[in-house]
Nanobody
Framework: VQLQASGGGLVQAGGSLRLSCAAS????????MGWFRQAPGKEREFVAA????????READSVKGRFSIARDNARKTVYLHMSSLKPEDTASYYC????????????????WGQGTQVTVYS
C-alpha cells in the first residue's frame, strides 16, 4: 500500500493550498481516509476525515470553516482544501487510510503517507 501526499508549500497567511493524496495497493473506496498534521515538537493531530462515499466528513475544530476534505474514488485520491491559512497551520501533513476505531485518532489508521510540508508565513 502506498499513499503519496503532495501539494504542500510556502504560503502567506490568508492564502490557500490544496493537498492531494494518491492511493495505490488498497481498495480505496472501502476506506475512510484522514488527514493529520504534525508540527515540530508537537504530537500528530487530527485534521479531517471522510467516509468511503464522501457523504460524511469530520474536521477538527481548529480548521472547521477553513479546511475541507474531499475524495475522488475513481482517481483513488483524497484532497484537503485549505483556505484562510494561519501561521499555526504550519506542519507536515499526512494522509492515512482508516482501519477501525475513532476517525480522529491516529491509532485508528493503518497506512500512512510520507507527509507534505505546509509553511504559512505572516
Amino acid at each position: 500500500v502506498q499513499l503519496q501526499a503532495s501539494g504542500g508549500g510556502l504560503v502567506q497567511a490568508g492564502g490557500s493550498l490544496r493537498l492531494s493524496c494518491a492511493a495505490s495497493g488498497l481498495t480505496f473506496s472501502n476506506n475512510f481516509m484522514g488527514w493529520f498534521r504534525q508540527a515540530p515538537g508537537k504530537e500528530r493531530e487530527f485534521v479531517a476525515a471522510i467516509s468511503w462515499s464522501g457523504g460524511t466528513t469530520r474536521e477538527a475544530d481548529s480548521v472547521k470553516g477553513r479546511f475541507s476534505i474531499a475524495r475522488d474514488n475513481a482517481r483513488k485520491t483524497v484532497y484537503l482544501h485549505m483556505s484562510s491559512l494561519k501561521p499555526e497551520d504550519t506542519a507536515s501533513y499526512y494522509c492515512a487510510a482508516h482501519n477501525s476505531g475513532n476517525v480522529d485518532s491516529a491509532l485508528s489508521y493503518k497506512y500512512w503517507g510520507q507527509g507534505t510540508q505546509v509553511t504559512v508565513y505572516s
